[in-house]
């Protein structure tokens, strides 16, 4: 059995898709002083990171942690910076698509792999190590933060379930 959206407009909407969600709670006005810190935070983790390796691991840790609203906004922003559809939709089965990546970018999605999920409580060595390979540590010190800081973006915008595809590039959540 099938269901056709595009015959649903009960909810009043007539492009033919689900009525979005409301957010459980709008962060910024209840948090807003964590919500500066973040941006911040944000701001200076990414120094001296390659904007394009930077949108990469955003995307990549936004997939794994289900955020719809980070996916949205780091995929409009990595469009906007010049990346292509393509990197960014094999993204998500980047291990059976390499070649779309360069040595350093899969040693940072692996990190970020790492980081993220934390299947065995810790980083295993042997990515920490590959990703030493191609980053001096202040780089990598860099990316760690970043992925750090959009890890806890994820928890933040999967808690309070913001809602994705509003969000235009050069603005703030």
């Not at 996916?71 to 980047?94: F, K, P």
């Not at 191609?134 to 994820?154: C, D, G, K, M, R």
């Not at 309070?160 to 703030?172: D, L």
């Amino acid at each position: 059995m099938s269901t056709d959206i595009s015959t649903d407009t009960s909810t009043g909407n007539q492009d033919g898709y689900v009525a979005e969600h409301t957010p459980r709670m709008r962060f910024t006005e209840h948090a807003p002083e964590v919500y500066k810190a973040m941006v911040r935070l944000d701001a200076a983790a990414r120094r001296g990171l390659d904007p394009t390796l930077y949108e990469l691991v955003k995307i990549r840790a936004s997939q794994l942690n289900h955020c719809a609203f980070c996916l949205d906004m780091h995929t409009r922003d990595a469009l906007a910076a010049g990346e292509s559809v393509e990197r960014i939709v094999q993204l998500s089965a980047w291990e059976e698509s390499k070649h779309f990546y360069t040595a350093k970018e899969l040693a940072a999605i692996e990190l970020t792999e790492a980081i993220t999920v934390l299947t065995d409580g810790f980083v295993p060595d042997e990515v920490y190590e590959h990703a030493a390979k191609h980053f001096e540590e202040p780089e990598l010190a860099q990316l760690i933060a970043s992925i750090t800081v959009i890890n806890a973006w994820n928890r933040i915008g999967v808690s309070t379930r913001m809602v994705p595809g509003h969000y235009q590039p050069g603005q703030h959540a």
